[in-house]
């Protein structure tokens, strides 16, 4: 096979027989078809879309959302090759230990393993992305170069690092349809099928393995695809609609018998001025403020509740980032004089700042895909999404502010206000960071995960899902680079199951 | 008498005396405030809390926060017990000390959100609550 197909140009009925199929061609389906470069298997990479955006495949995404509001499923991501990071921000930062324990006040958290077992990934991973060595919280490097970072009382909260994917002339991180195309290109095992959607993930009549994939175009043909091994990496909404609906053998859909599949959908709410921040002499590193580029690494200061601090206070993840300059109101201006006063401190240079806010769901069951009565211009049901915000997960992100404030204020660095107290104001402020996760969770019990801890789905012997659908927590930081953690781990499975 | 004794005054040193004068009155008026603070302090009738805000920098500051405070408190707040509180806490030591076991211990008020020591926020409310009934003189 040429190493780019069309599957506009592929006969109807046809079969394509491959060893390894992968489903997907965004981070997570390019860069496992990169790790497994010159194994001794064929692989097929089956992407919906071409090289560039395309409004009638885009339409195939469209859905319908209910209960908070959220993106509409049709924008929150990308169906050409290269998927969602053709849209991302390149922010980067490994998931923190905490992360993936078990936590008795956080119900359905636990991956199967801790992140030591992902860790040897994350420099290929960090390698993908292009966001340079890894450095993050090592943060001699920064400061040398850009200065101090805030003074904060011992507590909870500190200042944590994220780095950022290669800015193409300034303003682009790695797309990586477009910056691996050629990669893909010259592996020997691999062909890329282009404009070829996968419709229905066929069972045997057993259900205990995948027998073949239904691919069809837009253009009406139709053909199959038969694999020895399938990875589903689709993303955080589509993998479960195409698990859903493939409903022929197993009634309730692929790997649903437990009926997880689609609920725990989750983002990260990103809600704008969340708080701000007042610094009594109004100094601040730049690096808070604008990603800055320290050893030719691109990097951007948060602040973040430490994983002790989590663990003692029952705490999810949480983020916030220095936002833009503003102008105090009178009570502000009163609440600093008199704080200033109080502690001692000249205040007459303050600044003060708008923060952003980065925050972890607690998982929940029903907040969830499924699938609606509607079809897609290929006959897919289409998807609806109840999404769903519990008052919980803005007061625990409170409290993780209200501690900033006290360290603040025990520094003498400088104080807060928090914006928002009922849910109403919250929700004015909210937006979302388009991370799709929790959707085919990982857990080695079939009746609390959707996957085992190598991501194969429970019961199906040859289907596996790589991305962030499988993370069964979310914390804080943005899914790509430990979504590719877990992929190129999941690489070194295939490669070792095919000797 | 001399022809120059009865000469009128010249016009252009005179414009420029006025001048001069109004912009001294000018930047007294502006600076007396800063020079001579006492002169110009906000006065207020005797309290049975004046022990307590004389630990404040600006009393009408104060009030203004004591004000936001008191109004999303979600009962009647008794100013004695307050005042006794904070008393206990202050303990005749400098306001900065009883502020460090504040937010050593994580006690904090939000006055419309603006995180502060227990001790300096509920001195506020007293001003607040003081401000109130007192007639200004």
Sequence with gaps: MRSFLDARSLPKGATLETDVAIVGGGPAGISLALALAGAPFRVLLIESGGLQFDAATQRLYAGTESGVSYIPLENTRLRYLGGCSNHWGGWCRPLDPVDFEKRDWLPWSGWPFARSTIEPYFARAQSLVEAGSIVYDDSKTWTKAWGAPLRLASGGVYTTYFQFSKQRDGTLPTHFGERYADDLRRIANLTVCLFANVTGLRLTHDARSLARLDVATLEGNRFAVKPKVSVVATGGIETPRLLLASNDVMRTGVGNAHGLVGRFFADHPIPGQTATLVLFDGRLAPYYQNIQTANGINFRAALAPSDSWRRNHALPGALATVEREVQLDGVGQAALAETAGVLGVDASSMRAFTLGCGMELAPDPDRRLSLAADRDALGMPRLRLDMRISDDDFARYRKTLRELGRQLLSARTGMIRLLHNSRAEWMSVMDWGNHHMGTARMHEDPRQGVVDADMKVHGVNNLYIAGSAVFPTYGASNPTLNLLALVLRLADHLRTGFR | ?137
């Excluded at chain 2, 001399?2 to 000018?26: E, N």
């Excluded at chain 2, 800063?34 to 009408?60: I, V």
């Excluded at chain 2, 227990?118 to 609550?129: H, K, P, T, V």
Aim: aromatic share 6%.
């Design chain 2, 1 to 137: 008498m001399s022809v120059a004794d009865k000469m009128p005054i010249s016009r252009r040193p005179f414009i420029s005396g006025l001048l001069g004068i109004v912009a001294v009155a000018g930047i007294a008026a502006l600076e007396a405030p800063r020079l001579f603070p006492k002169l110009f302090e906000r006065r207020y009738p005797p309290t049975p809390f004046d022990d307590l805000f004389a630990l404040l920098p600006d009393r009408e500051n104060a009030a203004r926060l004591g004000a936001a405070l008191v109004a999303a408190m979600p009962r009647h707040i008794d100013a004695r017990v307050v005042a006794a509180r904070v008393r206990r806490k202050v303990g005749g030591r400098p306001l900065a000390l009883a502020i460090g076991e504040d937010l050593a211990q994580g006690r904090l008020l939000e006055a419309q959100g603006w995180l502060l020591p227990d001790s300096l926020a509920e001195i506020c409310m007293l001003a607040a609550l003081v401000e109130r009934t007192s007639v200004r003189t």
